[in-house]
């Protein structure tokens, strides 16, 4: 399978102020990555699907103008959440399409607080 | 429209006892099943996928499923648990190429 990291793992951040977050896969270059979001003991949620080269799509509710998306390589997706507020605190969590195999891996999710 | 269901949200087994994590699904077609198993605070692992033919698959750390169309479910077995397989599971689906949709997730917890 494919090798997925997030960075960072952990961030706190004031409200108000602008996170990135980065999901790079180690050893396969990825079309389709996708961003999920976690609440405590609940299901992921999809976000949005990042497309290297192209505009992100986004789920209905989701604002593109908060979380930015930004699939620049083959091998790194952004997730940008501008003025953030302590209601987006959450666990986000990217994951890596194998085209070939329409398998998904998963990076180990990023977990934000903000404060 | 496409949906997964856990029936069971918590589970308690006991450490060598056999597991049956259930899974069902609404699709209009035949799609592509997963499990995977999360750890607290961290991703989501593969555990094994169906996608065609064998209708029982195996996965990693001694997992197997079985797909049946007939009641659409697809659920997750395993022998003999052992106290590090306590984690939450979720299954999902896909069309191929498309964002996974999952279940609630069933949590498993092993005692001695």
């Known amino acids: 399978g494919a090798v997925v990291s997030q960075h960072p793992s952990r961030v706190i951040c004031k409200s108000g102020t602008s996170v990135k977050i980065e999901c790079r896969s180690l050893?396969?270059?990825?079309?389709?990555m996708f961003w999920y979001r976690q609440f405590p003991k609940q299901s992921l949620m999809l976000m949005a699907t990042?497309?290297?080269?192209?505009?992100?799509?986004?789920e209905q509710g989701v604002e593109k103008d908060k979380f930015l998306i930004n699939h620049a390589s083959l091998t790194l997706s952004t997730l940008t959440v501008t003025s953030a507020h302590p209601e987006d605190s959450s666990f986000y969590i990217c994951?890596?399409?194998?085209?070939?195999?329409?398998?998904?891996?998963f990076g180990p999710g990023t977990r934000l607080t903000v404060t | 429209a496409q949906s997964v269901t856990q029936p069971d949200i918590h589970i308690t087994v006991s450490e060598g006892a056999s597991l049956e994590l259930r899974c069902n699904y609404s699709?209009?077609?035949?799609?592509?099943l997963f499990w995977y198993v999360q750890s607290p605070g961290q991703g989501l692992q593969l555990l094994l996928k169906?996608?065609?033919?064998?209708?029982l698959v195996q996965g990693i750390k001694g997992f197997e499923a079985e797909f049946k169309r007939s009641q659409s479910s697809f659920n997750l077995r395993k022998p003999s648990v052992h106290w590090s397989d306590a984690a939450e599971y979720f299954c999902?689906?896909?069309?191929?190429?498309?964002?996974?949709?999952f279940g609630k997730g069933t949590r498993l917890s092993v005692i001695a």
């Open positions: 699709y209009g077609a035949t799609p592509y």
């Open positions: 994951s890596v399409l194998l085209s070939q195999t329409y398998e998904q891996y």
């Open positions: 169906y996608f065609s033919g064998d209708t």
């Open positions: 999902a689906l896909n069309s191929g190429n498309t964002p996974l949709v």
């Open positions: 990042s497309n290297e080269g192209s505009k992100a799509t986004y």
């Open positions: 050893d396969f270059q990825a079309t389709t």
